[in-house]
């Protein structure tokens, strides 16, 4: 299911050098793991985060929880992985990986596209059915790849058709993310980093996009607000 989208994006002019990127990212990493791992309502606090992917366990929280922090954390490495071999691959397989690393131990089933009916709390908006999700993946990506007019576009795009399609029991988002980071580190255009703090503004304008498939403002939140260029 695609949606609607009058505003353009240009990306940065000239890019950043990819592996300077990386090396950024890498130690901005517990800003983004806490991040994207609040968005999930998940209760670790920053430092509580920085704490635990320095290695040492934290008490007081449940398991699932602290496995969710690693999971993120495994994604961005595997991420981090394909930029360095050059693997800039955007299909079914890249979309499988990133969701059976995120949602392993969370969801129904991981890794492969779901198989049942789900539902978006706070919206009317009812997801694809399961059968025609393969068929949605397969016609429709080539369609935002030749949409999108550069890559930072790309990305935000990746990230809402993911989101309103749901392929997978659970983590679309997450899963969605980072693949629209691999579009964004792999081009030298910086990182998509929701923050924590704009938690309810985003919610608000997802609720939004779910229920109208229109874009435009929540493609200008990315733009302003998430989007970190180095």
């Not at 949602?103 to 779901?114: C, M, N, P, Q, T």
């Not at 938690?199 to 302003?224: C, G, H, P, V, W």
Request: hydrophobic letters at 40%; glycine letters at 6%; charged letters at 25%.
């Amino acid at each position: 299911m695609l949606f609607n989208r009058k505003i353009f994006y240009q990306d940065i002019v000239p890019s950043v050098e990819i592996k300077k990127l990386i090396i950024l990212v890498k130690k901005l990493l517990p800003d983004v793991v806490f991040n994207m791992a609040s968005l999930e309502g998940n209760p670790f606090t920053y430092p509580e985060v920085q704490t635990l992917l320095d290695g040492i366990t934290i008490g007081g929280h449940k398991v699932s929880d602290e496995q969710q922090i690693f999971s993120i954390r495994n994604g961005w490495n595997y991420l981090f992985d394909l930029v360095i071999k050059n693997d800039k691959k955007i299909d079914i397989n890249s979309f499988n990986k990133f969701n059976d690393i995120v949602a392993k131990d969370e969801a129904l089933i991981s890794g492969v596209f779901r198989t049942g009916q789900v539902r978006i709390a706070g919206t009317e908006f009812i997801p694809p059915r399961a059968e025609e999700l393969e068929s949605i993946f397969i016609d429709e990506l080539p369609e935002i790849m030749k949409r999108c007019k550069s890559k930072t576009e790309l990305a935000f795009e990746i990230f809402l058709w993911g989101a309103l399609n749901q392929f997978y029991y659970d983590g679309n988002k997450r899963t969605s993310r980072l693949v629209s980071n691999l579009i964004l580190i792999s081009n030298g255009q910086g990182i998509f980093n929701i923050k924590a703090k704009d938690r309810l503004q985003f919610n608000t304008l997802m609720i939004d996009f779910y229920n109208t498939r229109e874009a435009d403002s929540i493609f200008k939140f990315f733009y302003n607000n998430c989007l970190e260029r180095y």
